[in-house]
């Protein structure tokens, strides 16, 4: 690419396919579509007990591994093979980088996934120590660090002995648009921390409960209208959505977070994307990504026109 063009990344959960579920299912409605947690959460809105059923389902197969999620406890090849990819597209990035020479030297990426595969990622080249670049995650912060979308717009340059000269770092921007495992509610805050400390929400029994119903979700020639149902109390379902509703992610139904604080960092984030994608050669580059997401689609057409 050209050395001035903005190159802008946007990546969703194909990307990360190979180590955590997707949203999509093995069972097919009556018209014989595959369904969706989208689809299925749609349809059961005015259903209680299965839509309870469902988002623990979600929660447990899809959200809870990624809480837990350590690269170098990735076992499989394909799981392994995942992790190299992220590797070869952030150095890939970085040389991209290195042939620039302006001094604001920065690749914006943008991800709709909750998991830590680039920052882990990242973590990781610069631990090898073969580059020298910045993350910026849009926390500042000492012990304690907080999330703002101005922090988007900083860089780092580096000076010579005399400060004859600026060399720009280069930096590479994690932009996290449906929310982040690591972040949670400070007050009217959001504070990052990467940790794995995580403990199920859900009890022993629930997750007992779960098997057969995911199992079933998860087989290929099983029927929507033969989804078993599981009985919850009314006292289990509150406790239940009263923990989930506090997770710092987009809920895969209407995209909609629970939090304010999330939800404002969230319209942030896409004016973000808006404002990269309008800038005088703006490059973008996507890949895993669906487009299922309309707010995301809407923005990225008004900016190809």
């Known amino acids: 690419f050209p050395s001035h063009d903005i190159t802008n990344i946007l990546i969703g959960s194909g990307a990360s396919a190979d180590l955590f579920p997707t949203l999509a299912l093995a069972i097919k409605d009556a018209k014989g579509n595959r369904e969706t947690i989208e689809t299925l959460a749609t349809r059961f809105e005015n259903s209680p007990e299965k839509r309870t059923a469902l988002f623990m389902h979600y929660y447990n197969t899809c959200i809870f591994p990624v809480q837990k999620f350590d690269p170098a406890s990735v076992t499989s090849d394909e799981g392994k093979e995942n992790l190299r990819n992220y590797e070869t597209l952030l150095t890939t990035l970085l040389g991209l980088l290195d042939r620039r020479k302006d001094l604001n030297r920065k690749i914006n990426i943008f991800t709709t996934n909750y998991d ?33 979308s101005k922090n988007f717009n ?22 996290h648009l449906h929310g982040s495992v690591y972040w949670a509610k400070s007050g009217e805050k959001i504070e990052v921390s990467y940790r794995k400390d995580f403990n199920n929400l859900l009890t022993k029994q629930a997750i007992g409960k779960l098997k057969k119903y995911s199992a079933f979700l998860s087989t290929d020639g099983n029927k929507t209208e033969d989804i078993p149902d599981l009985s919850f109390s009314k006292k289990q379902i509150e406790a239940f959505w ?19 604080v999330f939800e404002e960092h969230y319209y942030q984030m896409l004016r973000q994307l808006s404002y990269e994608l309008e800038k005088p050669n703006s490059i973008l580059i996507t890949f895993g990504f669906s487009f299922a997401d309309e707010h995301i689609l809407k923005l990225v057409q008004r900016s190809l026109a």
């Not at 910045?134 to 660090?145: I, Q, Y």
């Not at 009263?242 to 304010?260: G, M």
């Open 116 to 148: 830590g595969c680039l920052e882990h990622t990242a973590d990781k080249i610069l631990m090898k120590g073969s580059h020298d670049f910045v993350v910026n995650d849009g926390a500042s912060g000492f012990h304690r660090k907080h999330l703002h």
């Open 242 to 260: 009263n923990e989930y509703n506090k997770l710092p992610i987009v809920n895969p139904t209407k995209w909609k977070f629970h939090e304010t």
């Open 154 to 175: 900083t860089f780092q340059c580096q000076t010579g002995i005399f400060e004859r000269t600026n060399y720009g770092i280069p930096q590479l921007n994690i932009i």
